[in-house]
């Protein structure tokens, strides 16, 4: 079994830690049992992966420029834009996936807010992309970027979608 040494302490008087919060996700525990709407874990791992994945992408942006898919002045100004949204949208993603985890009623704000993140973030992307012909000569990098803009517009939506779905079972406290 899994575990590790942070606090036990819940910032929510009688909610779980994070300490539990998490063995919970990684070890399939819950105080909830049947009752849990389907994919709840998986839906709360591909929130830490977006967010891990996130910071890796403007990690290696702006150290070796390996995602970058152009060195065109009006390209770099343009992406440049990105890192203060970005980091909103793994604020918001990371939040998601703590509340998720601790089924804390915060989950279904944190969720609508991180799936309209990545909505909005990858329409933005997909604009651009459009009006300066980048879809028209596809190498490694724009790869990645068709991946990053296919997957924010459609795990936006779907976790819009889930935890509106799943609201009642989210609220219940």
Do not use: C
Request: charged fraction near 15%; avoid cysteine; glycine fraction near 8%.
């Amino acid at each position: 079994m899994w575990s590790w040494s942070p606090s036990r302490r819940s910032p929510l008087p009688g909610g779980p830690g994070i300490r539990e919060a998490v063995d919970r996700l990684l070890n399939g525990t819950s105080e909830t049992g049947a009752d849990a709407p389907a994919a709840l874990r998986a839906v709360t791992v591909m929130l830490w992966i977006s967010a891990g994945a996130t910071v890796l992408y403007w990690t290696t942006f702006f150290t070796s420029g390996a995602v970058q898919t152009s060195s065109e002045g009006g390209y770099i100004a343009f992406e440049r834009a990105f890192p203060a949204a970005d980091a909103w949208l793994v604020i918001a993603a990371a939040i998601s996936a703590l509340m998720l985890a601790r089924r804390d009623p915060r989950a279904l704000l944190w969720g609508l807010i991180a799936g309209s993140s990545f909505v909005y973030l990858g329409l933005l992307d997909v604009l651009y992309n459009l009006e300066n012909g980048k879809y028209a000569s596809i190498d490694g990098a724009m790869a990645a970027e068709v991946m990053i803009n296919l997957f924010s517009l459609t795990f936006g939506p779907f976790l819009i979608i889930y935890v509106w779905r799943h609201r009642r079972w989210l609220l219940k406290n």
